[in-house]
C-alpha cells in the first residue's frame, strides 16, 4: 500500500487523536486559569471517566441489545455516556471537597503533591478495577481501518 493510499486513515487518525489530546489539553488550561494550579490528576481524571462509560455500557447492555452498523455497540452507548458524564463530575467534585478545597490557600508545592497523590489513586483505582490490558468500545474500531483502498 502507497503512502497516498494510506493518506486518508493517518488523517482521521491524526484528528480522532488530536482532538482527544486537545480536550484534555483545555480542560487542563481552564483549571489552571481558574484555580491558578496545575491539576495533575486531569488526566486520570479522564481515564477514569472513559472506565465509567465502558462499564455502565457493559452493564446496559443487556437492558438495550442491538448494534450499530459495522460497530459492536448499539443504544447502550447514550445513557452509558450520559451516567459516566454525571459519575465522572460527581467524583471531580468529591475529590475537590475532600482535597483541593482545604488546601485552596496552601503553598502551590502542597496542590501539586496532593495533585500528583490524586492522580496515583485514580489511576490504581482503574488499574484495580479494570486490570492493565486494553478495552475498547468497539471490537471493530481497535484496529485501523482501511479508507478507499
Known amino acids: ?3 497516498w ?3 486518508p486513515q493517518l ?3 491524526g484528528v480522532v487523536s488530536g482532538s482527544i489530546i486537545t480536550l484534555g489539553a483545555v480542560g487542563l488550561s481552564l483549571t489552571y486559569s481558574i484555580l491558578r494550579f496545575s491539576n495533575f490528576s486531569h488526566g486520570d481524571l ?3 471517566g472513559a472506565y465509567m462509560g465502558l462499564g455502565f455500557m457493559w452493564l446496559f447492555q443487556g437492558l438495550l441489545p442491538g448494534q450499530w452498523a459495522p460497530l459492536s455497540f448499539g443504544p447502550a452507548l447514550l445513557p452509558a455516556l450520559v451516567l459516566a458524564m454525571v459519575g465522572n ?7 475537590d471537597r475532600l482535597v483541593f478545597r482545604r488546601l485552596r490557600r496552601a503553598k502551590p508545592v502542597l496542590l501539586l503533591m ?3 497523590g ?3 489513586v485514580l489511576r490504581n483505582l482503574v488499574l484495580f478495577g479494570a486490570q492493565s490490558d486494553p478495552l475498547y468500545f468497539s471490537r471493530r474500531i481497535q484496529r485501523a481501518l482501511v479508507l478507499g483502498g
Open 1 to 3: 500500500m502507497s503512502a
Open 5 to 7: 493510499e494510506q493518506l
Open 11 to 13: 488523517a482521521v487518525y
Open 46 to 48: 479522564m481515564t477514569t
Open 89 to 95: 463530575a460527581g467524583l471531580a467534585v468529591i475529590i
Open 114 to 116: 496532593a495533585a500528583v
Open 118 to 120: 490524586v492522580a496515583f
